[in-house]
Protein backbone atom coordinates (compact mmCIF):
# COMPACT_ATOMS: atom_id res chain seq x y z
CA UNK A 1 0.00 0.00 0.00
CA UNK A 2 1.47 3.51 -1.07
CA UNK A 3 1.65 6.02 1.76
CA UNK A 4 0.78 9.50 0.50
CA UNK A 5 0.45 12.88 2.44
CA UNK A 6 -3.11 12.54 2.84
CA UNK A 7 -2.75 8.79 4.63
CA UNK A 8 0.19 10.42 6.87
CA UNK A 9 -1.95 13.29 8.13
CA UNK A 10 -4.93 11.28 9.01
CA UNK A 11 -2.48 8.51 11.03
CA UNK A 12 -0.72 11.79 12.54
CA UNK A 13 -4.28 13.17 13.53
CA UNK A 14 -5.08 9.37 14.42
CA UNK A 15 -2.28 9.65 17.24
CA UNK A 16 -2.55 13.03 18.55
CA UNK A 17 -6.45 12.49 19.18
CA UNK A 18 -5.07 8.97 20.70
CA UNK A 19 -2.08 10.95 22.99
CA UNK A 20 -4.86 13.40 23.87
CA UNK A 21 -7.83 10.64 25.21
CA UNK A 22 -4.74 8.66 26.90
CA UNK A 23 -4.01 11.99 28.96
CA UNK A 24 -7.95 12.97 29.37
CA UNK A 25 -8.98 9.53 30.41
CA UNK A 26 -7.57 9.59 33.91
CA UNK A 27 -9.50 12.72 34.47
CA UNK A 28 -12.88 11.46 33.01
CA UNK A 29 -12.68 8.43 35.28
CA UNK A 30 -12.03 10.67 38.06
CA UNK A 31 -15.36 13.14 37.26
CA UNK A 32 -17.31 10.35 36.18
CA UNK A 33 -16.83 8.37 40.25
CA UNK A 34 -17.46 11.97 41.71
CA UNK A 35 -20.76 12.40 39.64
CA UNK A 36 -21.93 8.45 40.53
CA UNK A 37 -20.88 9.16 44.43
CA UNK A 38 -22.99 12.22 43.79
CA UNK A 39 -26.20 10.62 42.06
CA UNK A 40 -26.29 7.60 44.83
CA UNK A 41 -25.78 10.34 47.47
CA UNK A 42 -29.91 10.81 48.90
CA UNK A 43 -28.56 13.43 51.35
CA UNK A 44 -27.86 15.15 47.88
CA UNK A 45 -31.18 14.92 46.00
CA UNK A 46 -33.05 16.06 49.25
CA UNK A 47 -31.53 19.02 49.32
CA UNK A 48 -32.30 19.72 45.85
CA UNK A 49 -35.87 18.44 45.95
CA UNK A 50 -37.19 17.83 49.31
CA UNK A 51 -41.40 18.14 48.78
CA UNK A 52 -41.23 15.35 46.10
CA UNK A 53 -38.49 12.86 48.02
CA UNK A 54 -41.04 13.45 51.49
CA UNK A 55 -43.98 12.86 49.21
CA UNK A 56 -42.65 9.43 47.84
CA UNK A 57 -41.95 8.61 50.99
CA UNK A 58 -45.00 9.10 53.01
CA UNK A 59 -46.59 7.39 50.19
CA UNK A 60 -44.40 4.26 49.81
CA UNK A 61 -44.81 4.63 53.73
CA UNK A 62 -47.99 4.24 53.60
CA UNK A 63 -48.21 1.26 50.90
CA UNK A 64 -45.86 -0.72 53.40
CA UNK A 65 -47.09 -0.02 56.64
CA UNK A 66 -50.16 -3.07 56.77
CA UNK A 67 -53.43 -1.95 57.16
CA UNK A 68 -56.49 -3.17 59.49
CA UNK A 69 -58.69 -5.02 56.81
CA UNK A 70 -59.47 -7.18 59.74
CA UNK A 71 -61.17 -6.32 62.38
CA UNK A 72 -59.59 -6.59 65.59
CA UNK A 73 -61.72 -8.69 68.32
CA UNK A 74 -62.69 -6.06 71.31
CA UNK A 75 -61.28 -6.46 74.68
CA UNK A 76 -63.80 -7.66 77.19
CA UNK A 77 -63.39 -7.04 81.13
CA UNK A 78 -65.38 -8.26 83.36
CA UNK A 79 -66.14 -6.24 86.57
CA UNK A 80 -68.43 -7.27 89.29
CA UNK A 81 -71.32 -8.28 86.88
CA UNK A 82 -70.73 -5.36 84.77
CA UNK A 83 -69.10 -6.22 81.35
CA UNK A 84 -67.16 -3.50 80.07
CA UNK A 85 -65.39 -3.72 76.56
CA UNK A 86 -62.61 -1.74 75.34
CA UNK A 87 -61.34 -1.46 71.57
CA UNK A 88 -57.26 -1.67 71.54
CA UNK A 89 -55.43 1.36 70.52
CA UNK A 90 -55.12 1.70 66.44
CA UNK A 91 -51.88 3.59 65.73
CA UNK A 92 -52.88 6.44 62.49
CA UNK A 93 -50.27 7.02 59.75
CA UNK A 94 -49.43 9.68 61.11
CA UNK A 95 -48.19 8.24 63.88
CA UNK A 96 -46.02 6.86 62.63
CA UNK A 97 -44.40 9.42 60.09
CA UNK A 98 -43.96 11.42 63.41
CA UNK A 99 -41.88 8.48 64.84
CA UNK A 100 -39.85 8.12 62.00
CA UNK A 101 -39.12 11.84 61.96
CA UNK A 102 -38.73 11.98 65.63
CA UNK A 103 -36.02 8.99 65.26
CA UNK A 104 -34.10 10.76 62.26
CA UNK A 105 -33.92 14.21 63.83
CA UNK A 106 -32.56 12.46 67.71
CA UNK A 107 -30.07 10.61 65.50
CA UNK A 108 -29.17 13.52 63.55
CA UNK A 109 -28.56 15.55 66.93
CA UNK A 110 -26.68 12.93 68.28
CA UNK A 111 -24.09 13.13 65.55
CA UNK A 112 -23.65 16.99 65.58
CA UNK A 113 -23.39 17.03 69.03
CA UNK A 114 -20.66 13.88 68.65
CA UNK A 115 -18.64 15.92 66.26
CA UNK A 116 -19.02 19.04 67.92
CA UNK A 117 -17.34 17.68 71.15
CA UNK A 118 -15.12 15.81 68.77
CA UNK A 119 -14.06 18.87 67.52
CA UNK A 120 -14.11 20.76 71.06
CA UNK A 121 -11.74 18.08 72.16
CA UNK A 122 -9.48 17.62 69.41
CA UNK A 123 -8.45 21.75 69.92
CA UNK A 124 -7.68 21.25 73.34
CA UNK A 125 -5.34 18.79 73.35
CA UNK A 126 -3.16 20.41 70.45
CA UNK A 127 -0.33 22.66 71.69
Known amino acids: MA ?51 LAAVAIVGYLIVPSSHRQQPNIVVHRSNAEQTAAPAKKGVLSGIVAAAGTM ?23
Do not use: C
Open 3 to 53: STLATRKQSAAIRDRMREIRSDLPYDVDDARARVKQLSDWKYHFARRPLPI
Open 105 to 127: LLRQAVSLATSHFTNKFNQGSRP
